[in-house]
């Protein structure tokens, strides 16, 4: 890998931890996932995590700093996968969003970057932006080999004996550079492309159903759930018959919308399900949400099974959330441990 390369590899791995950083805290400060239990930390961790390891870089590259970034970068693209994929710990991402485009990007970018800088990478040719203040000062205190007291063993004493060696290495590194890098792209770019699909594959493996709304017995009794069975629950901050009060970000995201399909007028609804009690209001994105009793509905992204429960009471986001009884009535009883 030609030296111009291997340093513009770094400063673009840096930036891409910034970009990192900066994402992460706008979705840990301003889309709520602060609230999300564990992930919230994870997100802090990595929010401080990025910051840290680009300033490192930027004033003293080491090798070994950027793999552990690398791999940081890494390990962050694979449990955003997983939580589209599936649950992790309790928390299941439903698609990609906005700032979630941007984390995929940035870190593949940033994990090919800076891997390959840790392996065929150089502290010695790159000294970072200490490592250029430190040389400027001993420059300036008689690093010149003109200088009275320079030392005859400096940079430019002894750069032409080693400029053949040198060059014969920045061969053999291209050479290797060559064979080794296109399995690292693919692998990353891979892994993107599973991101990607796991989205579309997570959206379209839900059962369809012929119902909007349905009821089953559950732990807690007959409540009101989606048609394919799956437990609704209504969120004690809302505004009863006039909006949502968790419009987007991690909210959303740990508690999806119940939202409508087709008009209401066409809408079909399983037994015991009070068509009177049905209704709808709109969300900020524009689409319509279903609302039983005037409460907007919602369900838990934790819950995959139909009669799961592990929503019911849960504090969450500055308000409570509770099932509903077929009647509109709230269930407020704890699910039983056994």
């Given at each position: 890998?030609?030296?111009?390369?291997?340093?513009?590899?770094?400063?673009?791995?840096?930036?891409?931890?910034?970009?990192?950083?900066?994402?992460?805290?706008?979705?840990?400060?301003?889309?709520?996932?602060?609230?999300?239990?564990?992930?919230?930390?994870?997100?802090?961790?990595?929010?401080?995590?990025?910051?840290?390891?680009?300033?490192?870089?930027?004033?003293?590259?080491?090798?070994?700093?950027?793999?552990?970034?690398?791999?940081?970068?890494?390990?962050?693209?694979?449990?955003?996968?997983?939580?589209?994929?599936?649950?992790?710990?309790?928390?299941?991402?439903?698609?990609?969003?906005?700032?979630?485009?941007?984390?995929?990007?940035?870190?593949?970018?940033?994990?090919?970057?800076?891997?390959?800088?840790?392996?065929?990478?150089?502290?010695?040719?790159?000294?970072?932006?200490?490592?250029?203040?430190?040389?400027?000062?001993?420059?300036?205190?008689?690093g010149s080999?003109?200088?009275?007291?320079?030392?005859?063993?400096?940079?430019?004493?002894?750069?032409?004996?080693?400029?053949?060696?040198?060059?014969?290495?920045?061969?053999?590194?291209?050479?290797?550079?060559?064979?080794?890098?296109?399995?690292?792209?693919?692998?990353?770019?891979?892994?993107?492309?599973?991101?990607?699909?796991?989205?579309?594959?997570?959206?379209?493996?839900?059962?369809?159903?012929?119902?909007?709304?349905?009821?089953?017995?559950?732990?807690?009794?007959?409540?009101?759930?989606?048609?394919?069975g799956l437990?609704?629950?209504?969120?004690?901050?809302?505004?009863?018959?006039?909006?949502?009060?968790?419009?987007?970000?991690?909210?959303?995201?740990?508690?999806?919308?119940?939202?409508?399909?087709?008009?209401?007028?066409?809408?079909?609804?399983?037994?015991?399900?009070?068509?009177?009690?049905?209704?709808?209001?709109?969300?900020?994105?524009?689409?319509?949400?279903?609302?039983?009793?005037?409460?907007?509905?919602?369900?838990?992204?934790?819950?995959?099974?139909?009669?799961?429960?592990?929503?019911?009471?849960?504090?969450?986001?500055?308000?409570?959330?509770?099932?509903?009884?077929?009647?509109?009535a709230i269930?407020?009883?704890?699910?039983?441990?056994?």
């Amino acid at each position: 890998m030609p030296r111009n390369t291997r340093h513009a590899a770094l400063w673009v791995g840096i930036a891409m931890l910034v970009v990192i950083a900066v994402d992460h805290l706008n979705l840990y400060a301003r889309e709520q996932y602060d609230a999300i239990p564990t992930v919230g930390w994870m997100f802090l961790a990595l929010v401080i995590s990025s910051f840290l390891l680009a300033i490192l870089l930027a004033l003293y590259p080491l090798r070994l700093v950027a793999l552990a970034s690398g791999l940081m970068c890494l390990g962050a693209l694979g449990a955003y996968i997983y939580a589209v994929e599936s649950v992790l710990f309790g928390f299941h991402e439903p698609g990609i969003s906005y700032s979630g485009g941007i984390a995929i990007a940035s870190e593949v970018i940033g994990a090919t970057t800076l891997l390959a800088w840790s392996v065929w990478g150089s502290t010695a040719e790159h000294s970072g932006l200490l490592g250029r203040y430190l040389g400027a000062g001993r420059t300036g205190r008689g690093g010149s080999p003109d200088a009275p007291g320079a030392s005859p063993y400096t940079p430019a004493a002894t750069s032409a004996v080693s400029d053949h060696g040198q060059s014969h290495a920045a061969t053999s590194q291209d050479k290797a550079s060559r064979l080794t890098i296109t399995p690292l792209a693919v692998i990353v770019l891979a892994a993107c492309l599973l991101a990607a699909c796991g989205s579309s594959s997570s959206a379209s493996s839900s059962a369809s159903s012929p119902y909007a709304l349905s009821t089953r017995k559950t732990k807690v009794g007959t409540i009101v759930t989606t048609g394919s069975g799956l437990s609704v629950f209504m969120f004690t901050r809302d505004q009863r018959g006039v909006r949502s009060n968790c419009p987007h970000g991690a909210c959303t995201a740990l508690w999806p919308p119940v939202l409508t399909k087709k008009p209401l007028s066409e809408s079909r609804f399983g037994p015991g399900i009070q068509r009177s009690l049905v209704g709808e209001v709109r969300r900020p994105s524009g689409s319509e949400e279903l609302t039983y009793n005037g409460w907007p509905l919602y369900h838990y992204a934790t819950d995959t099974a139909p009669g799961d429960l592990a929503g019911q009471n849960l504090d969450q986001f500055d308000g409570i959330w509770h099932v509903m009884r077929p009647s509109g009535a709230i269930v407020k009883t704890a699910v039983p441990a056994v």
